[in-house]
Structure formats: C-alpha cells, structure tokens
C-alpha cells in the first residue's frame, strides 16, 4: 500500500464533455475539407445577397502595421493573401521537406512515379487552358489548373474509408506536394511583380541568416519566426511574392532530432524510476521538488526526440486547417454572379480552366504515369489496379486553394477573376465527383462479372 498523499484530481471536469466532440472533429482527416466548403459556400451566397457590399467592404477594411515609414498599410483581403497564406505555403515547405529526406519523394525509386506524374498533371492542364485562351488577358491565368488541392483530394480518399487503398493515399500524396513544388516555382518565376534587386538582396541576407542557424542546431522555434517575419517583409517589398518566404523558412528548419529513440529510452525510464524510488520512500511526489525536476526531465526527451521541424508541423496542422484555409477560401471563393450563369462559365477563362482540371489533370497523370511504368522509368504501387490510379487521377483535377491563390495573382481585381473562381469551382468538384465514384466503385481489383476491370496488366 502506498504511504503517499496524492493530491486528488478531477478526471472528467465538465469542460472536457464540451470538447471531446470537438477535439475529435478538428482530429479526422476530412474535417479540414467540410470547413472549407462550408466558408465557400457562406462566400458565394453572401456574394450574391442583399448584404454582398458588406462582404466586399470587409475585405477592403484597410489594416496597418508598422509605424513611420516602416508600415504595411493594405486591406484585409491582401492580409490573408500574402500573409497568412506564408503560413501555409511554411506548413506546404515542411511536408516537402519531410517527404524529400524520409517520404515517397527520398529516393529515385519512390519518387519517380509521382514527380512524372505530378510533370504530367501539371503541363496537360496548362496547355489545355492555352489552347482557349491563346492571347489576350486570359492568357495570364494558364497557371491555374495545374495546381491539386491536398487538403480536399486527401479528405475524399478519408471519406472512402477502407476503399481507398493505403498505397493510393500515398500516391496522390507526394503527387500532390510534388505538384505545389511546381506551383511554387510556378508562382516565383511567371507571377511576381517588378523585381527590386537590392531588397532581394536583403532577403538574401535574411536566408543566409537563417542557413547559418540550421548549420549551428540552432534549434529554439522563435529565433526562426523572428528572421523569418524579416524575410517575408523583405521579400514583400522586392517584387517577388511574399509567400516563396514560407516555403524558404521551411527549408531552413532542423530536420534532425537531438536525440535518438535509444537515448529517449534510456532517458525517460532513468526518471520512471527516480520517480518510483519516490514513492517508495512515500515521500508526497505530487508536492515535491524532486518531481519537477523529473517532469523536467522527461518534457526535455520528448522535445529532444522530436525533430523542430516536425514539431512545428503538428503544432501549426489545426490552425492552417481550421482558420488560414478556411479564411482563405472565404476571402477569394466569394464571386458575385451578374447576368446569366452560363455567360459566366462559358467564357474561354473558365472553359479553359474546367476542362484543364477536368480533363487535364486526369490525362496528364494517368497517361505519364502509364507511360513510366510500361518504359520502366517508374514502378506502379503494388495491388493498385490501373482504375484506382485513374480515379486518383482525377482526384488531382481538385485544384481549389493553391488554384485560387494563383487566380488572385494573375487576375488580381480583374472581372475574369470571376470567371477563374467559376472554373476553379466547376472543375474541382466534377474532378472530386469523379475521382470518388470511380475509386469507391472499382478499388482493390474488384471483380464485376467474373472478370478484372482495368486490371495491372493494361
């Protein structure tokens, strides 16, 4: 029998039955997906209500920072654009990250298929939206439907469940991070504004500052975000667009753990059982210094154990999924609809952009990926069937955020940012359809009348 006191505690405070549901909610894979098209929605109808000048005007709410001549003075729509989306595009540079030195992107043979299926994905769309829109303003926006929407094509595969292979899931995964590479380099090379050369070279520093960090295990997150907030400053005023800062501070975070699981191990069960020769001795634990230092202790291995990188990653996954995309899509999903409908989506913008992610993304992905596996360039996840890779191929025409980041960059206040928002919003959702029913329908090789559909020896 124990000889301690321990201080009594309340194992099922009252608050904790308001937020399991909700902790469970913000937890599944899918939920990040039903905010987002819960805020589209709120936009478009909103958009197109007697209140539409309320929400136009609550973008234009003009928000400053700074003080003197060191001041950002922009609206609240340019706030979440190209700064909270930096957070984003920061969280989008760790998962690259991730997969490029321990995921499906860290050798030539996992990485093959999806980066030739990504280089598909990405350059049928583009020529699709070139061939209606060959000239004129339009021409701006062929970047838009080579973009793929992680969050939404992820949580369709979620909804699934157990039809959706794992091996799927990992496929349309590193495609789709693949594919924002893309669309990062897409953004900073084609839409960016005139470029100040000695701003940019005070972003360099900036870098330069945050890569001698990483070579010295400078490891504290908060030097990182200070340096960082520099540098997206820095680079905001030179013309390149401010959000390349969130992928760059990515790549400047420690990967490495300072500890291995062996020393964690070691580590932690030395203070199990300090604390068990604790209680032994029945001194009051739950009241003593001793247990502060082994609490210490045990804290330090778990951050020790853990790399920054992927700490940071958990710690910002809800708040990008629950408030920046959510926000975001707010912000730029709402269109006001004027005249007829189909003047709208039958313009060359936003055909162009619907059979781009449409058609697009589910020819250029299925039939590069085809074509690597049968030159043996690349091989095909095994007991995937060819009608499940196709159904995520089409899962890849969900363009939405980065598709709509990109619409805002080369529209801007255009009236065909109207059109692109139509397209973008058209062609996802015929893709999200599609890729669902197919893979739901016929994944795993499943038989229909006694024979193999579209089976691995296509």
Known sequence: MDTEKDIKIEEHPPIET??????????????????????T????????????????????TKIVL?????????????WINDGLMAIFFFLVGLEIKRELLIGELSTI????????????????PALIYLIFNPGGEGQKGWGIPMATDIAFSIGILALLGSKAPFAIKVFLTAFAIVDDIGAVLVIAMFYTADISLVILGIAAFFLL?????NFLHVRAPSAYIVI???????????????TIAGILLAFTIPAKARINSRQFLDTTQSALEDLKKLRSIGKNVMTSNELSSIVYDIEDSCEAVQTPSQRIQDELHLFVAFFIMPLFAFANAGVKIDGNILNLVGHPVSIGIIFGLFFGKQIGVFVFSWLAVKLKIAEKPHNISWITMYGAACLGGIGFTMSLFIASLAFGSLPLAGNAKIGILAGSLISGILGYVVIKKYSSDKKKNGKKIFTNNL
């Open 18 to 39: 308001v937020l399991k549901p909700i902790r469970k909610f913000m937890h599944v894979e899918t939920s990040g997906g039903i905010v987002l098209i819960v805020m």
């Open 41 to 60: 929605i709120i936009a478009i109808i909103w958009a197109n209500s007697p209140l539409a000048d309320v929400y136009f005007h609550l973008l234009e």
């Open 66 to 78: 700074g003080f003197g001549d060191y001041r950002i003075d922009e609206s609240l729509h340019y």
């Open 109 to 124: 043979k996992t990485a093959s298929l999806p980066i030739i299926a990504a280089f598909g994905g990405m350059l049928v």
């Open 209 to 213: 500052i945050l890569i001698v960090m």
């Open 228 to 242: 960082g907030l520099l540098l997206w400053a820095a680079l905001l005023k030179s013309g390149i667009h401010a």
